[in-house]
Each structure stands twice: as C-alpha cells, then as structure tokens.
C-alpha cells in the first residue's frame, strides 16, 4: 500500500534535493510498519501529520529571510528565484498566524465548518446524480410513463399497458429491446436451514438483461429467466442463504410450494439504483403477465432505443398505439371510445422518461423505489453554498477588521521598497495557506460529521468518495480558488494603504470599510434567519401533520404482516389473538390508510352513463371489523355482517363519494361500473385521510371480500391489524407472537405500528426538517465566530474611548449597550430582509400540501428574537470583558 501521493508532493516542495530521498525513504518504512501495525485508514492520517510536522520544521528552521520589499536591496538576494518569494511569502503568512492564535483559530475554524458543509452537500449532490448511470446504455433506455383520465381525476403512474413494450419493439423500428419490471410485495423463502421474508423480489423478462447491465458472475443472461422454476439472485443473497456465492442450481421455495433453482447469480445492484431487488423472477410465468390487456397497467416497461433515434420521433407516435389498440380495448371493455372519452375530458397519454431523471424527476404511481426530489438537490446546493459565503464573509469581515494591527507593517514594508503587487502577493498567501489549514480541518469535521449526516440524510456516503485521487486534486483546486476569492479583497485593500497613513495608525476610523463589514454581516444573518424561519415553519407543519384528526385513530393499532397465509390461518390467527383481554378488536383487510393503491375505476350513479359524471373511485376489500377498529365513524346506514353473503354486492363509501354521486341520502341507493358491475350503498363513513395530507380526500368505497364472508382468502388481503387494550404494549405483542408461532411455526413474525407506518409517509419532509436545523445551527455558529471576532476588534480599537468614559463616571451596562448597539443594528436590517423571503419560499413548499398550516406572524417575531438573543449573547462577552477593564491600564500609553 502506497501512502498519500499529495503528501509525497509536499514533501518534495519543502525538502532539500539532496535529503529528499533519505527522508521519503524513512517515512515509508515508518508508514508501512505503522499499516500493519494500526491499519491503512490511521496509518495514512499519521503520514499526513509526519510530512506536515517536517514542512513546519522546514519552515522555521531556514535561514531568515527579510520581506519582499527588502530583497532588492540586498546583494545576493537581488535576484530570487520564484520558487525562493513564495517560500518567504508562506514562511511570514505562517508567522502571521502564529502570533494571532486567536484570531487564526476563529478564522480557520468558521471557514472549516463552511467547507465541511460544502463537502458533505458535495458527497450527497454527487450521489443523487449518479443514478442509474452504470448502465453501458442508458443514454438509449426509457421508462413509458402512463397519464390517464377517468371521471376527471388524473392518474399518474409509472407503469404502462401489459402488451405496451412487446407491440413497441414490433411495431416501431426505432425500438431495438424491451423489458418489463414488477413487484409483488413481499415473499417468504426458504433454504435447507433458514426462512426469511424477503421484499426485494423483483419478476423481469428474459430481455432484462439485454436492456440492463446485470453483470452475471454465474449462469447464462440469455436463459437464465427463460428456464421454468427459474430464479436470479445477487451475490449478498447467494452468501447469505448458501454461504457463497457458487449458488448456481441451489433451490430455494417461495411462499411454501414454489421451488426455484438459481439459474444465474448476478453482481449486487448499486445502492444508486432506482432498481432495487435481490431476486429477479420470471414475468411470464405470472397470473398478471398472462393477462394481456391494454387496459391492465400493472407492470413498468423500459425500452432500449436504436443508437441514433429521436425519443420525440418515437413519442409522436404513440398517438398510433391509441387509435389502434386503446380505441378498440376502450369499446370492448367499457362501452365507449377514445374520441368521446378525449370529448369529455379524460385521457390516455403515454410518454418516455430518460432511466437517468427517474430518480430525481419521478414521483408516480408504481414507482419501484421510493425517488428523491431535483428540488432537495438544488436545495442542498443553494445552502451549502450560503454556508460557505457566511464563512467566506467572515475570513474577509475578520481580515479587514486587523487592518489596524497590519497597518504599520504594510507602512514600514511600502517605505522599504515593496510594491503593491508583492504585497497583494503576500497577503494572498496567507489567505491561502489560512484556507489550506480551513481544508485539513473541514475533512476531519467531514469524517467525524459523515455518520449523523448519512443518518439525517439516509445515505450511505464513504470518507473514501472524498479523499479519493481526483477527488483530493477537485478539493485542492477548489480550496485554492475559495482562498484567492476569500483574499483578493482584503489584500487589496491593505496593500492599498499610503504609508504615511499606516504608520501614523489612523486606519480604523475610515467609514467606508465599516460599512462593507456591516453589509457582510447583514448578509450572514438574513442567511441564518432565512433558515431558523424555515425550520420553525416545517416543524409547525410536521405537528399538524401529527395532531390534526385525520377521521381514523392510528394509536394503539399493530398491523401483523400474513403474506401467504392461508384463509384457515389467517382467520384462525385473528380469533385466537381476540381471546387475549389485551386486545379490544382486529380486523384483515388488503389495504389501511397508509397504503392506498391510487388507482380507481369509473363509477357511475344510477341510470347515469355520460362519461363526465362518472366518480372516479377507489374500492379497499375489508372485513366487517375494519371500521370498529381503526376508530372511523359510520355516519349513515349500517356495517357489513359477518356472514351475510348478500354484503359482497354492498359497498359503504365516503362523505367525497357521495357528494361527487350527487346522493344527499344515498343509503340504498347503487352504484355501477360500465361494464354492468352493481353495488348497493349500505353506509356513509365520514371522511378519512387515506394519503398523505398533500392530497385532498377522494372518493372511496369499502367493499367486503367473499373471503371475509366464507370465500376463499385473496393474496392481497396480507395485514391483520389489532388495535390494543392496554399500555402494556410490550405483553400484548408476546401474546400475538406466541399465537402465531402456534399457528404458523415456520413463518417469521412481522409487524409495524400504524402510527409509525404514517409517520413513514413524511419522512422526507421529517429529513428535511433535520437537515435545515442542523444547517440553521451551523449557520448560526459561523455568522457568530465572526460576530465574536468582530466585537473582539472592536473593543480593543476603542479601549482608549472606554477608559476615558469610565474615567468621566459611565457606567458599565451604558458602555456595554455603546458596544453592543453597532453590531445590533445589522442583526435587524438582516431579520427585515429575510423574513419576506423566507414567507415567499416556505409559502411555496407549502403550496405541495392540501391540508396545512398558516404562516403566523409569531414564527418571524421568535426567529428575530432568536437572533438578536443570539447575537447579544456573542457581542455582551466581548462588551463587558472591555467594560470591566481597568481604565489606567487602557490610558497608560497616551
């Protein structure tokens, strides 16, 4: 193992040629022994600290050297090397920070924090990006998104019609492959010595891997999935069901009768994947494969197009795939055409989506992972790159606030000889070698800060991304390019000092500087005010969220996961449960308010058949307890009965439904599809939030299965949810557990809460309310490490005016307000300018929720306390520490 390659290059910078080889030689012995010794990760941070100690050392030990301005003035120095000025230009930039501790220490850690931010929002932004991009085609493949139309209500989905991608690749000669993708949920499998329930069972056709890049360790791509009984898994799932990866025709058995053999294994798939899954199984052995209906969009279709083509030549075509395959399905199935359905005012649109704007650009229906938001990316960005103006504001506030103490300096260095640009030069250097330092710190911040970001950000971000070769050269580059920035306008204005006025040190009065540094620090904190309102107002959305009465009661309630149970166990299991007194009531049902399918058929009032008032509506198979037991109130009519056989032609709907139905008393009124399909309204539910509170309530229908009323169980009715009558959560949950081991002893026990499986629906709002608090924090800190300096600076250049204040009778809390009110004002004009910025963006991600908060006047007025507090708490340390000095001391030097 070879140490860090950039060390090496430093090393060869600041050590003589003739000891170059001695030294690196003997520190690569130390760093091999100390790799075997403590592992490569601290072996190669102690090289790092090795070359550095020696380039200090290197640097304190040379001969001394005068400043520019004084070297042609001396014979031998008349005519230095390049190499030479720079070396003495970082040789003073280091004393400079030497001798300044406290100031250096406030300046590198504030910029560090920027920089660290900046590179974790670096390593996320980066992430987000690389989806799906190590696919050797995805320049070519598409995803066919589906937009359709019934009674009105748009659907968008990510699936398409089940003969979509099969009749493309026939139909259009742009189209070279196509392959379909689909989930069913989860699965129980088994090996000779385990059995797990597994959800990353993914069915594909064969053509999967002409269109993908599935690097196959083992078995044929292209029969792989054309073999009956045939399963595909990754290497992580071979290891852990056989204990290695030379798995190929082991048999594993899905939910208890379906015996597999692995007729390929396959490389993991990236964790930067929309695609996510460890088993792949073969589509065309499904019910729903077998199906094939334009009118059944159950499965994702991706198409490999020919190198070359146009994808909106393609697109424009699809309007063919409608007249000729929609427009007769449309008649046969529901009795209509595609010309009156379009007439009044419904759809079917189809359209391609590039693999690589899946990930961030998709947010539909049947989606195969959850996606990320373009919006969070830029959002990162936008911050991030605040966090680092507030730290670069501050390198320059703090700078140009010691002009005072370099003013001599730059006098003495002019009346010597030097010019401008050897000044500009020097002070450049230390604001680079200041930024270096910032960069060594920030990685550290970044290693110990990667953890909880990856935990606020669910990522699974590695150090390594970051101090990988190119990487270390970008981080480099960039540093540098923050340190010229961060310099240039400090080392402008210090070289522009006259000498006469520098020695005669009357720099601090000059008006102009101090209004640049106030306006830097109204930047910082409209910056760090915008993020504190913003944290108030997601927060105070997210309690809404928790508190507002949603029509079901989600406490108490436990959902036990029975996949591919069996009608007797199912329906054993519940009434075993219900003899326990810690249960009150349960309930088996294939859908809970957590789990809405978004998908809805047109209903139609009675003798009512104009497309245009037809009610789009959503119908959930339930059991007779459902309402009893996930708290809803029946409104009108009645329940369904427990083996009332007549129930499975009822529906009890919402209060959505019945107003779109037009029924003001619709007990007893029906209900009817197109194709002839009735129902009888028994009973109004009152209205429930069934999606997320970004939606507004819809039309929906609960509809009693026949297996619910003596038929046989239907795979999709998979959750028994019990709501618990005690606070002993803890017995109640060993009491189902042992009932189901009873029943089902080689089944594993699954369950959730309701209340945490709708918390589950915001969890990205949930991050995001983490990371703007954590970014607001950090915000804060940097805007008041410089607002500390600034108070320090400040207080020292007028020890002179406090002393004789305090001499004249002041008192100190009069002082302490003397100093304290400068640096107050810029804290309001900051809190003025960011609040109607901060209501204009926090309106706007507001505006994605149906249900939400106003925006009070309350959150602006504590965010401006929080930040007057904030900056009074920094700016009183520094304004009593100088009210408190004793005044002989401050005037012994007039």
């Known amino acids: 193992m070879a140490p860090p390659s950039l060390a090496d290059y430093l090393l060869k910078l600041f050590c003589a040629p003739h000891r170059l080889e001695e030294v690196q030689g003997d ?9 075997e010794r403590i592992g490569e990760r601290q072996a190669r941070w102690r090289y790092w600290r090795d070359v550095l100690g020696f380039v200090k050392l290197s640097i304190i030990k040379r001969k001394p050297t005068v400043a520019p301005g004084f070297l042609r003035h001396s014979g031998p120095y008349q005519n230095p090397s390049t190499t030479d000025m720079l070396r003495n230009y970082f040789k003073i930039a280091f004393r400079n920070l030497s ?21 974790l929002s670096i390593l996320y932004v980066a992430d987000e990006l690389s989806y799906d991009r190590y696919h050797e085609k995805v320049d070519r493949i598409y995803r066919i998104n589906s937009d359709i139309s019934f009674s009105l209500k748009g659907i968008q989905t990510a699936r398409s019609p089940t003969p979509m991608g099969q009749t493309l690749k026939r139909d259009f000669p742009e189209v070279e492959e196509a392959t379909r993708l689909g989930k069913y949920g989860s699965h129980l499998v088994k090996s000779d010595h385990t059995i797990i329930r597994e959800n990353g ?20 791509p292209k029969k792989a999935l054309t073999e009956p009984q045939s399963v595909v898994i990754t290497a992580r799932t071979a290891t852990k069901y056989f204990g290695t990866t030379d798995a190929l025709n082991r048999v594993l058995v899905f939910d208890d009768n379906d015996v597999r053999r692995v007729t390929g294994v396959i490389e993991d798939l990236p964790a930067q994947s929309h695609v996510q899954g460890d088993f792949i199984l073969p589509l065309h052995e499904t019910k729903d494969a077998k199906v094939n209906k334009w009118g059944n969009h159950i499965f994702n279709t991706y198409v490999l197009l020919r190198p070359g083509t146009n994808p909106q030549l393609v697109e424009a075509k699809f309007e063919r795939i409608l007249q000729t395959y929609v427009d007769p399905a449309l008649q046969r199935f529901f009795n209509t055409t595609l010309a009156e359905t379009r007439k009044a005012g419904n759809y079917f649109n189809y359209s391609l989506m590039p693999l690589t704007r899946i990930h961030l650009y998709s947010d539909r229906d049947g989606e195969l992972s959850p996606n990320n938001s373009i919006e969070y990316v ?8 605040f966090i680092l103006l507030i730290a670069v504001f501050n390198f320059i506030n703090l700078t140009t606030a010691r002009s005072a103490k370099r003013a001599r300096e730059v006098g003495v260095r002019k009346v010597a000889g030097s010019t401008r640009a050897e000044l500009v030069l020097q002070f450049l250097s230390e604001s680079l070698l200041t930024t270096f330092f910032a960069l060594l710190v920030g990685i550290g911040l970044v290693y110990f800060l990667l953890p909880m970001f990856n935990t606020l950000a669910a990522k699974n971000l590695t150090f390594n991304q970051l101090i990988e070769a190119p990487s270390i050269l970008y981080l480099l580059a960039g540093s540098g390019a923050i340190g010229i920035l961060a310099g240039l306008y400090p080392a402008l204005y210090l070289s522009s000092f006259k000498p006469i006025t520098a020695l005669k040190g009357k720099l601090w009065v000059m008006p102009g500087r101090q209004s640049l540094r106030n306006y830097l620090v109204v930047f910082q904190f409209s910056l760090s005010v915008l993020l504190i309102i913003g944290t108030l107002l997601i927060n105070q959305q997210m309690q809404y969220i928790q508190t507002k009465k949603l029509g079901f009661n989600k406490e108490q309630v436990v959902v036990i996961n029975t996949a591919q149970s069996t009608e007797q166990e199912v329906t054993t299991f519940k009434h075993e449960v219900l003899r326990s007194p810690a249960i009150k009531t349960g309930t088996v049902s294939g859908f809970l308010p957590v789990t809405s399918n978004r998908w809805n058929d047109m209903w139609y009032a009675e003798n009512e058949t104009d497309q245009k008032q037809s009610v789009g509506m959503e119908e959930w198979q339930v059991d007779p307890d459902y309402i009893a037991t996930l708290g809803m109130q029946l409104l009108k009519g009645r329940n369904f009965t427990a083996g009332r056989l007549a129930d499975k032609q009822a529906v009890i709907i919402n209060e959505s439904a019945a107003k779109r139905f037009g029924y003001q008393n619709p007990v007893g009124k029906s209900i009817h599809l197109t194709g002839g399909e009735k129902l009888t309204i028994i009973g109004v539910v009152k209205d429930f939030h069934y999606e997320s509170l970004r939606n507004t309530i819809e039309p929906l229908g609960l509809v009693v299965d026949a297996s619910m009323l003596g038929g046989h169980i239907e795979p999709y009715l998979s959750a028994v949810s019990f709501r618990l009558n005690t606070t002993d959560v803890a017995s109640a949950l060993a009491t189902i557990e042992k009932t189901w081991k009873q029943i089902a002893p080689d089944r594993p026990f699954a369950y959730s809460f309701l ?19 954590a970014f607001a924090v950090i915000a804060i800190l940097i805007a008041c490490l410089g607002l500390f300096g600034l108070s320090a600076f400040a207080a020292e250049q007028r020890q002179k005016e406090i002393g004789v204040r305090k001499v004249l009778g002041a008192s100190i809390p009069g002082i302490v307000a003397l100093l304290s009110k400068d640096f107050l004002k810029p804290v309001l004009i900051a809190i003025v300018i960011a609040s109607p910025i901060a209501w204009w963006a926090t309106h706007t991600w507001l505006q994605d929720f149906a249900y939400k908060v106003d925006i009070g006047w309350w959150v602006f007025a504590l965010a401006g306390i929080l930040s007057i507090g904030i900056a009074l708490l920094t700016v009183s340390f520094q304004s009593v520490k100088a009210a408190l000095m004793n005044p002989v001391k401050s005037l012994r030097n007039e």
């Open 99 to 119: 001798q300044s501790k406290g100031y250096s220490a406030l300046t590198i850690f504030g910029l560090a924090l920027g920089l660290a931010v900046s590179l």
């Open 378 to 385: 830029y959002l990162f960005l936008v911050i991030a790159l």
């Open 755 to 773: 209340n945490d499986d709708f918390d589950a629906m915001y969890r990205a709002e949930q991050r995001t309310e983490q990371l703007f608090m």
């Open 201 to 220: 069972v993914l069915y594909a056709d064969s053509t999967v891997f002409d269109v993908f890049t599935l690097p196959m360790l083992a078995g044929n």
């Open 27 to 35: 520190l690569h012995e130390e760093f091999a022994w100390q790799v």
